[in-house]
């Protein structure tokens, strides 16, 4: 837990924050506002940088029905992957080698807008799908001996769901919310002889919905 950035640290007790604010005062949300914290595990896809699935993330995210059927909301969520690099020696150009194991690290944080379409409201199980655009800072860090060294960047975020928010009784607005996920980043960046050129990501959410 030591090693995760500081940015991961902070989102997790806005996240916290949040909820500890928003429970108390559910009953005097509008009406048709929904509410999902969860914890999720992703897997990135393709030749990444730190590409490990992890379960370092969270998700948090609030909405407003427009319709029985269409919710337009906002997210944020974060996800550090990381990876240990064996012993090895990187030749780092003009003729200077550093011979070290590592530890890679990518953290992602996107934020935005989230839209829904609703099947089956007001039942026990309330499936959905979601897309969601926004913006996304993601960074690069390489841990070795007592040194970080790390680059950060921002790109645009898309992200298709499929979901199911599960209420035992659903007059209560309190249940237990699942999502399937795909998330896009354009985010590029280069770090020692790394390089990273897009973020690609398959997930799982498991959380509560309000």
Not at 27 to 48: C, E, F, I, K, M
Not at 80 to 104: D, F, K, P, V, W
């Amino acid at each position: 837990m030591k090693r995760l950035p500081i940015l991961c640290r902070k989102a997790l007790l806005l996240a916290v924050a949040a909820v500890t604010f928003a429970l108390p005062g559910r009953a005097q949300l509008l009406r048709n506002s929904y509410l999902n914290v969860d914890w999720q595990v992703t897997v990135p896809l393709g030749d990444a940088f730190a590409d490990k699935a992890s379960g370092w993330g969270m998700n948090f995210e609030g909405g407003y029905f427009v319709t029985p059927e269409i919710t337009i909301g906002a997210f944020i969520s974060y996800q550090t992957n990381i990876e240990s690099i064996g012993r090895q020696t990187l030749q780092l150009g003009n003729g200077s080698a550093l011979t070290t194991a590592q530890e890679h690290t990518l953290f992602e944080l996107p934020f935005g807008v989230v839209g829904r379409y609703n099947f089956l409201k007001g039942s026990i199980f309330q499936p959905y799908v979601g897309m969601r655009i926004g913006a996304d800072y993601a960074e690069m860090s390489s841990y070795y001996y007592t040194i970080q060294q790390y680059e950060d960047s921002w790109g645009v975020y898309l992200s298709p769901e499929l979901g199911v928010s599960i209420f035992p009784s659903p007059a209560q607005r309190y249940g237990i919310h699942v999502a399937l996920f795909y998330s896009y980043a354009s985010n590029s960046d280069k770090l020692l002889l790394y390089s990273m050129d897009n973020i690609s990501r398959f997930g799982v959410r498991l959380g509560v919905s309000f």
